[in-house]
C-alpha cells in the first residue's frame, strides 16, 4: 500500500485480487509444483473404501479409478476409457482387471488391453492401445500410487514411525482449498495458542494452550518447528516434522506434559495430497496410546473417511457451531480456494510458514532445472529417520525462565537431529543424556 492509501476506511484502495502463486499452487499435469510431487509416492486411498466395485478418485487434478481386482490386485487408471471415454467407474471388475461397461474392453492392472471383445481375431488394437495406468503400493491399510515418471520410480519409504506397533487407523479428510494451505498450517505453530486455543476454547490437550516459544530448523527431510512450553515445574518441547514435499508429523494431540517423557513418538502421520488445484485430500494414519492420550480423549470409533476425533477438520458441524468455534478447517477454506500470496502481511510469527514456502520453491526449482527429487536416506534399520516427537522434563523455573526454555528447546532439537542414524530404540536415550548432564 502507498502513504496516501494506508488510511482508515481504505476498502476503495484494496479490492484488487492479484493471480495466486501458480508455482507453488499449481499441481495438473506439467505444471512445476505437480511434477515435483509426482516423484513422490502419494497416498491415494484407504484400503477399506476399495471393496467390490471401482472408486472414482481425482489426484494432481487427473481423474483416475482404482480397483482391487478378482485377484486381490490393486489397479490404479485413467477414468476414461482409451475406447471412447466411457468412465471405468461403471467398469466391471474381473479376475484379471476391469473391463469397460460400454463395449467390453478389459484391460489389465497395468493398463494392457486384454481383450476387444468386438473386434476381429488378429485386430491390431490389442498391441496399438493401452489405458493409462499408475502403480501402487499398499502399506498397512493406505494405497499409495506412484504418478510420476515410471523409469524414476523411488523405493517406496518406510518411515520409522510405521514401524513401532502403536495402533492405528487410517483417516481421509476432503477440503475444498489448495494443498499448500493445509500443509503450511502444520509449520505455522503460532495458531495452536490462537486458533486453538484463545479464540475457539481449548481443542485440543490443555496444555497446548500454554504460551510457547518457537523456533524453526532444517531437517534431512525438510523442516521442524521446535515449541517449547513451561507447564508448571516441566519443561516440554514438541518437534513437528514437514516431510517433503507433503508429508507431516504431529506429536500427541492430548498431550499435557504432566510427567517426565523422552522422544515420545506421534499421534498422526498424515499426507496433504491435492486432489486438483482447489481440493485436497489430507490422509494417513491416525496412531492411539496411553501414552499419547493420557485422559482418555481419543475416539479411534470415529475417525475413518471424512472423520477424525478432535474438532474442526471436517465441515461436519453446523454452520453457526464453526463460526462460535471454527477450527483448522473453517481458516484453511476460508483462505480462499487459493489463497493468495501477494495481499498477506507476513510478519515475524509467520517465519515457519515463509520458510516452508522457500524451501518447497528451492526443491520445485531444483526439480525443474535438474529432475532432482532428493530421496529420504535410511537408518541403521533401512528405515526413514523422522524428527517429530515430545519430550518433558522437569527442570526449576528460573529468573530468566524464556533463556532457559530456549536453550531447553534448541538442545532437545540438536539431539533429535544428532540421533537419526541410530536405531529407534536408542533415540529416547541420546535425548535423556542432555536432559540429565545439562538440565538436572
Ligand atoms: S468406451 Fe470403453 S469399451 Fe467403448
Ligand atoms: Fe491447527
Redesign the pocket.
Known sequence: MTEETLVPYSGYFQRDVPAEDPELTHVGPGTACGEYLRRYWQPVAMSNEIKDLPVPVRILGEDLVIFRDQSGRLGLLHRH?A????SLEYGIIMDCGIK?C????HFDIDGRLIDAPSEPIGSPVRDRVIQGAYPLHEHDGLVFAYMGPPELKPEFPIYDTMCLGTASKTFSLSMPANWLQAYENTQDPIHVIHLHALSSGVQFGAASGVEQLIDYRDTPLGMMNIQTRRVGEMLWTRTTDSIFPNGNQTGAIWEEAEGKKMFQRVSMLRWMVPIDNTNTLTIGWRYFSDQLDPRGQDDPSIVGKESIDFVGQTAGRSYEERQRQPGDYEVQVSQRPIAIHALEHRVTSDRGVTRLRRLLRERVRAHQSTGEAPLPRLNEAGQVATYCQDSVYPVAPATDDDQLMKKFGSRIADAVLASDRLQHEQRPAEIEKICQSEFS
Open positions: 476409457c475406447h471412447r471415454g466411457a469397460c460400454y463395449h467390453g474392453w
